[in-house]
């Protein structure tokens, strides 16, 4: 800077030796001399900058206190959390253009999950769940035990045990096997001694789904046992005061069934006396039996114990008399009215005939329209009378037949075709006589179609 100064006043030294204009105005010497201090001093003014005066440092970039430092106190550039709910420092501390600071951590609030991290930074990891805690999954015997985990969803928790498999249940043991929650409660009649009497007739639901399975007698295989040896059953009881035809069947039951029927009381069981199984092209069961005075035991039973469902309905008729069960197709039987028979009804269309009678059973299935015929024409020489009843023997002739033209020698046989029959249930043919002397009474042959 002096050199320039130095330049400057030879310049000017130059000027005043040859330059009138260095003079003062009219050519005066009187104007002031130009100072080379001055003019040093001037340049020094223009290139040395005024001493710095210091102020409160504010965050802005500048050293506003003149220590040398900008922004000292105010930690620009350190970790900060936002206005947001969670404690994680998700910003850096700026300085906001007041002087003041803000920090830049704008994201909305962090929650905590379940995951095994500490989410909102507080608290520790999974702080606002609670793990590891005893825990039961699954009921009755299925129940197994455990502790609380982390759900899949991250959203809560769950236990970590896994329920043991369902078993079938048996009613009464105190043992939850189907793990619904309780027990079932056993049917009034699933054991001998809470056998339902059925001597009246009518239809009875049980569900054996939970019954006990205690009931199969190994006697007379192949005839009387029809199938394997079951599985739950419920027992009925019924007693006859003489000798009839009784039938039954399992049709509405939801499994497949078997029906059998023993001597004496449920509690003492003696010999079977019947079993059905599969008949009418189902795996229900349908039979019909003559039975001696006296008191049965009838048992609905499951087929198989592989059985799971057990809702059994039983349809259940005295037939009113005693009698022979035919097959339910066309054949031919024989008889004789005079021998050993008794006077048990008298026919829709001959009010006399009371004469002993005779009569055979068939079964009809349920869902088939039947048509029957029947004929003593030819098989037989007393005055006949032949009609049909259906259930008990005891109801309504459905048809009836006397001195049919044609029929026999002297016109006064029986017969009759074409008779539908419908329904499952029990149909009886009874072969009867006119009259009150021997003479309406006698050996026949029935012969019958049922298609």
């Known amino acids: 800077m002096r050199i320039v100064a130095f330049v400057g006043l030879g310049l000017c030294a130059c000027a005043s030796a040859n330059d009138e204009r260095a003079k003062g105005d009219a050519g005066s010497d009187d104007a002031p001399a130009i100072d ?8 020094l003014d223009a290139y040395v900058p005024d001493a710095c005066v210091p102020t409160a440092e504010l965050c802005n970039g500048l050293d506003d206190d003149c220590d040398g430092s900008t922004d000292e106190g105010f930690d620009v550039g350190a970790m900060c959390d936002g206005a947001d709910t969670d404690a994680c420092q998700e910003g850096v501390i700026a300085c906001d253009g007041s002087g003041g600071t803000l920090c830049t951590d704008t994201t909305t609030s962090t929650v905590e999950k379940c995951n095994g991290i500490d989410d909102d930074c507080r608290n520790g990891i999974d702080d606002t769940f609670a793990l590891n805690v005893a825990c039961s999954v699954g009921l009755g015997a299925c129940k197994r035990d455990g502790v609380t985990v982390c759900s899949t969803d991250q959203l809560g928790t769950a236990c970590n045990a896994i329920a043991g498999p369902a078993a079938a249940e048996t009613c009464g043991n105190g043992i939850d096997e189907d793990c619904s929650g309780a027990d079932a409660i056993c049917p009034s009649n699933d054991l001998p001694g809470g056998a339902i009497d059925i001597s009246a007739g009518g239809q009875w639901t049980v569900d054996l789904s939970a019954a006990h399975d205690d009931n199969w007698t190994a006697s007379n295989l192949p005839v009387f046992d029809c199938g394997d040896p079951g ?3 419920a027992f009925y009881t019924f007693t006859l005061p003489a000798e009839e035809i009784v039938y039954f069947d399992s049709f509405g039951s939801n499994f497949d069934s078997v029906i059998r029927v023993f001597a004496g009381s449920c509690t003492a069981i003696g010999a079977t006396k019947a079993c059905a199984d599969d008949e009418c092209g189902q795996t229900r069961s349908q039979g019909a039996i003559d039975l001696a005075a006296g008191t049965y035991c009838l048992v609905v039973d499951q087929f198989s114990n592989a059985a799971t ?6 349809n259940f008729k005295r037939g009113g008399r005693a009698g022979t069960v035919i097959a ?3 054949g031919s039987v024989s008889g004789n009215t005079a021998s050993g028979q ?41 005055d006949t009378v032949l009609y049909m009843r259906q259930g008990a023997a005891t109801t309504a002739d459905t048809v009836c037949s006397d001195d049919e033209t044609g029929c026999g020698t002297n016109g006064w046989q029986s017969k009759f075709t074409g008779h539908p029959v419908t329904g499952a249930d029990l149909q009886w043919f009874i072969v009867d ?3 009150t002397s021997t003479g309406g009474r006698g050996a026949f042959t029935l012969s019958y179609t049922i298609q």
């Open 36 to 43: 080379a201090r001055m003019i040093d001093a001037r340049m």
């Open 231 to 233: 599985g739950r059953d």
């Open 309 to 314: 469902t057990g809702s059994a309905v039983l």
């Open 328 to 330: 339910a197709a066309n």
């Open 342 to 382: 008794t006077d048990q009804s008298v026919a829709s269309c001959e009010a006399n005939s009371h004469q002993p009678d005779q009569a055979f059973a068939f079964l009809s299935c349920p869902a088939i329209t039947y048509t029957v015929g029947a004929s003593l024409c030819t098989g037989a020489t007393f």
């Open 433 to 435: 006589g006119f009259g």
